[in-house]
């Protein structure tokens, strides 16, 4: 991927798009389209429909009827095969397009847009659609004089709702498990980031995909959102977003038809670091890619660092120096390493984390401001904040921004209480050359992920899903196929 090609995309006009329902695109029942602002410099992008309930309740109705129909569900597994990894060679083959649209939708810097977006989602698509045929029932160990099977089917119909920040990783987390599995899909995209997505819903019908197999309603959240929480025709919910709007999902469901309800929230997740770590800069430079990297708008980022206190001043400047190195920049340039903040609104929501953080006592070591503003985009500098005391709300409270927290430890157990004083569990590190002080701090510390000498990275093959107030229920790994099969029992007497 070179400059010149991204600079010949960046410019190209993009055109209004509409919600996918039934296979074709389609605007808003009462024709009412939302703006698209590019965090990059502000400007109008393109409008997407502004979904209606009655959108949402058609895009439902096509999924369950083609559910119902068996178009999808009850082709041959190697026919469905055939078309998800078809899909995957078509994203791989418009990886860059659709990469350069999402980054103008989102701000993502480019250089981590190509790995994580496009390139991320083929893989995972793949994986489902290698996995769908080896996917057994069970005969059960019962009597001579009965036949106890278990059968695996699909749930039904599948409604997804996608945050901003990697729409088709995490899109594809979703729509891949789920329809390798056999079941019919409604995705609700962000406010903030549709495009790519509604893109890579396009190239599944190119792929082949039954017209209705895969709906998309672009929309509000308290609008389209709400509909699908509500819908007594969706079988099973999965999200990936805020515990607020988490809890609004599972108050939906008790509502409705006590849909499951899968959801992935949020973090504040540790990152400890011992004296004893071997290589001390090369974990400074991680912990400041760990956390601001896109702008900090990762679920998993290590926000609060714990940092053994003999090497606190020392690490916290090494830190320092590699954010500071870090070029916040125009997303779309394959030298920049922290591209925009998704929102204006996000972006103040930043600044009021660190003023409150001041406020209750914490000193700003670098950053701490907005910076890029002659742009008309949303950017923030990577921000180090030391002396969080444990219950400050930057020690608490997920900021979804590149703000790093730094509290000192003295001890192991120190460490593990300040690594679990928070509602999250999603995720987690350990520095330290201590063999079995890497295993304790893995055991003890309670949370989805734990890296050991190392933060992020983890691949298709392993799960992800939090504990505590960071959700439940898994992305990712064969474990994720779990969300969307029903398990049915035939009980056969001989
Ligand atoms: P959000 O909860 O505001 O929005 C997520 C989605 O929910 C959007 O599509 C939005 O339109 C929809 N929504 C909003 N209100 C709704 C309602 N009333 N009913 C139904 N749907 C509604 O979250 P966000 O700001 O887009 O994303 C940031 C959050 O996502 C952070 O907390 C972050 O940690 C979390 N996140 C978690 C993971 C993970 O794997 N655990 C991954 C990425 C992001």
Redesign the pocket.
Same mark, same amino acid.
């Given at each position: 991927m070179d400059q010149a090609s991204i600079d010949a995309l960046r410019a190209a006009p993009v055109a209004a798009f509409g919600h996918w329902i039934n296979g074709a695109s389609v605007p808003a029942s009462d024709g009412q389209a939302m703006e698209v602002q590019s965090p990059i410099d502000g400007t109008v992008l393109t409008t997407v429909a502004r979904g209606t309930r009655a959108d949402m309740d058609a895009a439902i109705a096509a999924a369950r009827a083609t559910f119902e129909d068996g178009r999808w569900a009850s082709q041959a597994p190697a026919a469905r095969k055939k078309v998800l990894m078809r899909w995957a060679d078509l994203i791989d083959a418009h990886a860059l397009e659709l990469a350069v649209l999402g980054v103008r939708d989102n701000g993502t810097e480019i250089s981590m847009a190509l790995k994580a977006e496009p390139g991320s989602a083929a893989n995972t698509i793949r994986y489902y659609a290698e996995a769908l045929d080896k996917v057994y029932g069970e005969v059960a160990p019962t009597a001579g004089d009965v036949l106890g099977l278990i059968h695996k089917e699909p749930v039904g119909v599948v409604g997804a %709702? %996608?945050?901003?920040? =990697?729409p088709l990783m %995490?899109g594809a987390w979703k729509l891949g498990p789920a329809l390798a599995m056999g079941n019919s899909v409604v995705v609700?995209?962000?406010? +903030?980031a549709s495009l790519s997505l509604l893109r890579m819903v396009e190239l599944a019908y190119e792929a082949g995909l039954p017209p209705g197999v895969l709906n998309a309603v672009t929309g #509000?959240?308290?609008i389209?959102?709400?509909a699908?929480?509500l819908s007594i025709d969706v079988d099973v919910l999965v =999200? +990936?977003?805020?515990? +607020? +709007?988490?809890r609004? @999902?599972l108050d939906?469901a008790a509502r409705s038809n006590m849909k499951r309800v899968y959801l #992935? @929230?949020?973090?504040k997740s540790p990152n400890i670091v011992f004296a004893d770590t071997p290589d001390l800069d090369n974990a400074a430079k991680v912990t400041a890619a760990g956390i601001f990297r896109n702008a900090g708008?990762?679920?998993?980022a290590g926000s609060r660092l714990l940092v053994e206190a003999s090497i606190h001043d020392d690490f916290v400047s090494a830190v320092a120096r590699h954010a500071e190195a870090m070029r916040v920049g125009d997303p779309l340039s394959l030298d920049t390493a922290i591209g925009a903040v998704n929102s204006a609104p996000?972006l103040q929501q930043n600044l009021d984390f660190v003023a409150t953080a001041r406020a209750e006592g914490g000193q700003v070591v670098t950053g701490g401001k907005q910076v890029r503003k002659e742009t008309g985009g949303f950017y923030m500098a990577p921000t180090i904040v030391t002396g969080v005391a444990p219950g400050a709300t930057l020690a608490q409270r997920?900021v =979804?921004g590149p703000v790093l927290a730094v509290t000192p430890f003295d001890a192991e157990g120190e460490a593990v209480r300040l690594a679990n004083g928070t509602i999250y569990g @999603?995720a987690g590190a350990v520095w330290t050359s201590n063999l079995s002080r890497a295993h304790r701090m893995v055991r003890a510390v309670r949370t989805g992920v734990m890296h050991v000498n190392t933060y992020g990275g983890a691949d298709g093959t392993v799960p @992800?899903?939090?504990v505590g107030q960071?959700?439940n229920g898994s992305?990712k790994s064969l474990h994720a196929l779990e969300k969307y099969i029903n398990l049915k029992t035939a009980w056969i007497k001989l």
């Open positions: %709702i %996608i945050p901003w920040n =990697f %995490i609700k995209p962000a406010e +903030t #509000e959240g308290a389209v959102g709400e699908m929480g =999200f +990936t977003g805020s515990g +607020t +709007t988490g609004r @999902l939906y #992935e @929230l949020g973090g708008q990762v679920c998993v996000q997920e =979804f @999603l @992800l899903g939090g960071s959700g992305d």
